[in-house]
């Protein structure tokens, strides 16, 4: 007799994973602006607009003009706040400017090279207030200024490692005596951004020579006039404040600007000298366009 075989055991099949749920992204926050005072290196007191958003963002810093104020930069903080990227602002009223005091009286067009010199000081002072604000410290700093602001955070980012990117708009060779040729060319790890008038006869010289100093983190932007003055060259070049949006919206990701906005430039070596600018400079401006 036959003993029938015994059935093999079929295991139950595996249930069918479920995909856990995922959170919905978080809102973007839009921040509102708090108009603060920070006291600055020997006591001189600064005023400020401070546009908190979450303790992680990356911390935006703006600088205005010489003879300018934070006004100057409404503009691009409205477009910010609509369409940028998630970032905390800092829009700064530089001594003597603004609702800022001054250096033994001195103010605008009137301000000396030690004032200027002082400013990174400031500077640092207000980013100091915007920890205590956001109760962390800010890991990443990304900086706007034109001509005179350019020139500080020039100077600023050399004493601080935290500052990951810098658009520089209307640059000036030496402000007041300040050197800017060789504290930029430092900054060959940062990403840059250049921008001026293609016939601004203040910055020309500066703009061409500072894009030979820095390496493939750099990009250019050349608009048609000859405005030195920023927020008036904005207003004639509509794609202006968009594009430095877009460039920041790239930065304040940790990546690369965009690539259809890169431009190639010749690295020089750390220890090269800038270019040596012509004496082509406008009327009652110095080589190079010092101011």
């Known amino acids: 007799m036959v003993e029938p075989r015994s059935a093999t055991p079929v295991a139950p099949p595996e249930p069918t994973p479920v995909p856990a749920a995922t959170q919905p992204p978080r809102p973007r926050i839009i921040p ?48 910010l706040r609509k369409e940028g990227p998630e970032l905390s602002m800092l829009a700064l009223d530089l001594r003597g400017h603004g609702q800022s005091g001054a250096s033994e009286g001195r103010s605008g067009g009137g301000l000396q090279g030690k004032d200027i010199e002082r400013m990174p000081e400031d500077l640092a002072l207000a980013l ?81 020579a ?30 202006l404040w968009p594009e430095l949006v877009t460039w920041l919206g790239g930065v304040a990701q940790g990546g690369p600007p965009p690539a259809s906005s890169a431009a190639p430039s010749a690295a020089a070596p750390p220890s090269a000298a800038p270019a040596q600018p012509s004496s082509s400079a406008a009327p009652g401006r110095g080589p190079g366009g010092k101011k």
Not at 48 to 68: C, D, F, I, N, Q
Not at 216 to 225: A, I, K, S, V, W
């Open 32 to 79: 509102e602006e708090q108009v603060i005072t920070v006291q600055g290196q020997g006591g001189v007191t600064l005023g400020a607009s401070w546009y908190p958003t979450s303790k992680e963002a990356p911390v935006l810093v703006l600088l205005h003009r010489l003879a300018g104020n934070r006004g100057d930069w409404q503009p691009l903080v409205q477009a």
């Open 128 to 208: 100091t207030e915007v920890e205590r604000r956001l109760g962390a410290r800010p890991t990443r700093l990304l900086g706007v200024g034109a001509d005179l602001g350019a020139t500080v955070l020039v100077l600023a980012a050399n004493q601080d490692p935290r500052w990951s990117a810098l658009a520089l708009a209307a640059p000036v060779a030496g402000l007041r005596g300040v050197d800017l040729y060789r504290p930029f060319s430092a900054l060959r790890q940062r990403s840059i951004l250049l921008m001026a008038a293609r016939e601004d006869p203040v910055s020309r010289e500066p703009f061409q």
């Open 210 to 239: 500072m894009s030979g100093m820095v390496g493939l983190n750099l990009t250019t932007r050349q608009y048609e006039g000859t405005e030195h003055n920023f927020t008036s060259l904005a207003v004639k070049n509509a794609t």
